[in-house]
Nanobody, 122 residues
Framework: QVQLVESGGGLVQAGGSLRLSCAAS????????MAWFRQAPGKEREFVAS????????YYADSVKGRFTISRDNAKNTVFLQMNSLTPGDTAVYYC???????????????WGQGTQVTVSS
């Protein structure tokens, strides 16, 4: 089992930045690909970014490319999402997830955190 706990969400004005963290415990974190998803009210959960176990392969959704950066620190069992130039359209609950391989489909991820709310005001 892998337990994931997100933090770093909050309220920010449009154009601002936030850095989300996801701390993992349990099975070997470094063996897992990690990803961030988000879900806005009334919408399906959508892929944001993923990173392979060694950070060598990274994917972003087109909607966040150039604004968000995913990274990981395997020594600290933590994955990060740096979010810059935030817009009200980025408002959602953000979830981190773990899987054996990077993927953009939520169904590919076995382990999920409880989510952290990000609200961007205009």
């Amino acid at each position: 089992q892998v337990q994931l706990v997100e933090s770093g969400g909050g309220l920010v004005q449009a154009g601002g930045s936030l850095r989300l963290s996801c701390a993992a415990s349990g099975r070997t974190f470094s063996g897992f690909a990690m990803a961030w998803f988000r879900q806005a009210p009334g919408k399906e959960r959508e892929f944001v970014a993923s990173i392979s176990w060694n950070g060598g392969t990274i994917y972003y959704a087109d909607s966040v490319k150039g604004r968000f950066t995913i990274s990981r620190d395997n020594a600290k069992n933590t994955v990060f999402l740096q979010m810059n130039s935030l817009t009200p359209g980025d408002t959602a609950v953000y979830y981190c997830a773990g899987a054996l391989r990077p993927a953009s489909s939520a169904s590919s991820y076995k382990y999920w955190g409880q989510g952290t709310q990000v609200t961007v005001s205009s």
